[in-house]
């Protein structure tokens, strides 16, 4: 089928309205959040239900054109981008928005793939129940982006990530047959699970097209406190504390260095810092429970001046108000915007166990440093998960476009194998997509990778779904 019978057909099924073919109108969708990767499209298409979804797939499959699902765009990997020169669509997902229904007697919501995280969580709110998955992208990631970078965000400490969260999923798979699984029992044994196997899988299995989701109970009163420390260790020594004075109701543990918090002053207009003095390390914690506020408040207190008189922290300040908690956050969510807003880093979502994590940042920092002449590491992220965005920010003197690309990768593969050589994993959060496939097959055992490409050969046999993305090919000299 040529280009001009296949984008008239994709016409018939969505309309005009649905279907984008212009430069300009494609365009903000080519490249991913981070700038790494722009794609090639034949068109952007918009349906607004699953018989379209299902329709467009069917005639992409008979046309051989690849499908490249996409929600927000603020995927950290370019999955949501096609691959250059592939010929593709995007099929956007952000017109199927709707919330579908709540069930409070239940603790469950479905959504439709498009719908905006801030969006189900004002939905869940609204009945006295909470979602809770939360990332600096809230008010753009969408529900089917979510669930197929398996996102985590900053309460996976207590709630897990999106996989956790997830009873149930709908999907149009590579044939276009549609799995109704939009089931929200909390035990189900009837087998493999593929509402598991698409969580993660980033849209290289299917679309998803609707979600139920697990709620909790609503919480509404919050502690959250910033606390400037002197070290990695100290601040994981201060989790445990925190835990033992407030049990579970340590919701969030993020490790914020200077450096981090320097290019956040600099760059995001409005933010202040939330201490007088410097101090190498700062942690941002949140703590929720159903109980009075003021016990909340009063436990953190105590733990905080604890660790105090045990020289753990050096100073901290709780929230007064839910303004400046909100202004807590906001320094923590637009780290990435502003470490973007500064120049080229190669970043690493690297993940390790929790309790290494501490001596891992350390070491690593300091042997990426001495490796790399005139880098500097920026690591910040989900101490509790034992997840650090282990960023190396290009010397600051150069072109900094062509350090990333011509050291960039030796930077990763160096950063990779230390976090190898402790157990850990290149990829906590963000997943593969296309930025970290080299590397994934690089140091992936490759019983897995067989694995992997064993379930992609099966379900998606013609190989239309988001190529180039997570999947490594078994010769390595192919994949980008
Ligand atoms: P997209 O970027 O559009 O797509 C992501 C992947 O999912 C692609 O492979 C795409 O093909 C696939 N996909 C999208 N929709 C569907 C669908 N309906 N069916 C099948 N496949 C689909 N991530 C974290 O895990 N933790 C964080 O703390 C975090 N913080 C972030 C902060 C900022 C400021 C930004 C910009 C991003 C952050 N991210 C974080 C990354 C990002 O928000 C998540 O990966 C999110 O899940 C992507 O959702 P999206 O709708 O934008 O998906
Ligand atoms: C975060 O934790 O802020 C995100 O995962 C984004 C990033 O790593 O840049
Ligand atoms: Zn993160």
Redesign the pocket.
């Given at each position: 089928m040529d280009d001009r019978s296949f984008l008239d057909g994709l016409t018939d099924i969505v309309g005009p309205s649905g279907i984008a073919t212009a430069a300009a109108d494609l365009a903000p969708w080519l490249t991913d959040?981070r700038e790494r990767v722009t794609g090639d499209a034949l068109a952007l298409v918009s349906p607004k239900n699953v018989g379209q979804v299902q329709a467009i797939v069917r005639l992409a499959s008979e046309a051989g054109v690849v499908i490249?699902?996409?929600?927000?765009?603020?995927?950290?990997v370019a999955?949501?981008v096609p691959c250059p020169g592939d010929r593709a669509i995007l099929l956007s997902?952000r017109k199927m928005n709707a919330i579908r229904s709540i069930d409070a007697a239940d603790n469950s919501l479905t959504a439709e793939?498009g719908a905006i995280l801030s969006n189900v969580h004002a939905a869940a709110e609204e009945h006295g129940r909470r979602f809770p998955l939360s990332?600096?992208?809230k008010d753009?990631?969408?529900i089917?982006?979510?669930i197929?970078?398996n996102?985590?965000?900053?309460q996976v400490l207590r709630f897990g990530s999106m996989r956790n969260l997830t009873l149930g999923v709908e999907?149009v798979l590579p044939d276009g047959s549609l799995f109704e699984g939009l089931s929200t029992l909390r035990k189900d044994n009837r087998g493999y699970d593929l509402r598991q196997l698409l969580a993660g899988s980033?849209?290289t299995l299917?679309?998803?097209?609707a979600a139920s989701l697990k709620l909790i109970p609503a919480a509404p009163h919050r502690t959250v406190a910033w606390i400037g420390l002197g070290s990695a260790s100290d601040a994981l020594a201060l989790l445990r504390l925190l835990e033992s004075e407030v049990g579970d109701a340590v919701e969030s543990f993020e490790l914020v260095p200077q450096a981090a918090l320097e290019l956040v002053l600099k760059h995001i207009p409005g933010t202040r810092a939330p201490l007088a003095g410097e101090h190498r390390w700062n942690v941002l914690t949140e703590l929720r429970s159903a109980s009075d506020p003021e016990d909340l408040r009063s436990q953190c207190e105590s733990g905080l001046a604890g660790a105090l008189d045990q020289g753990l922290i050096a100073d901290a300040v709780i929230a007064e108000s839910e303004g400046q908690a909100e202004a807590f956050w906001k320094i923590r969510?637009v780290i990435?915007?502003a470490e973007r807003a500064d120049g080229r880093a190669a970043k690493h979502d690297v993940s390790v166990p929790v309790s290494a994590m501490p001596r891992f940042i350390e070491d690593a920092t300091q042997a990426v440093e001495d490796r790399f002449a005139g880098t500097r590491v920026v690591a910040f992220g989900h101490l509790g998960d034992g997840n650090v965005h282990f960023n190396v920010r290009a010397p600051a003197s150069g072109d900094d476009a062509k350090w990333l690309a011509e050291t960039g990768p030796q930077v990763s593969s160096f950063v990779h194998d230390l976090t190898h050589g402790v157990g850990g994993s290149l990829s906590a959060?963000?997943?593969i997509?296309q930025l970290k496939l080299s590397e994934f097959a690089r140091v992936t055992d490759p019983t897995l990778l067989s694995a992997l490409r064993a379930i992609k050969q099966a379900l998606d046999p013609r190989g239309i779904m988001?190529p180039g993305?997570l999947v490594p090919l078994a010769n390595p000299d192919d994949n980008p």
């Open positions: 959040w490249v699902p996409q929600g927000g765009n603020t995927g950290m999955g949501g997902l793939a990332l600096g992208a753009s990631a969408t089917g982006g979510l197929a970078t996102a985590g965000g900053t999907a980033e849209g299917g679309i998803i097209t969510e990435s915007e959060e963000h997943g997509g988001n993305k």
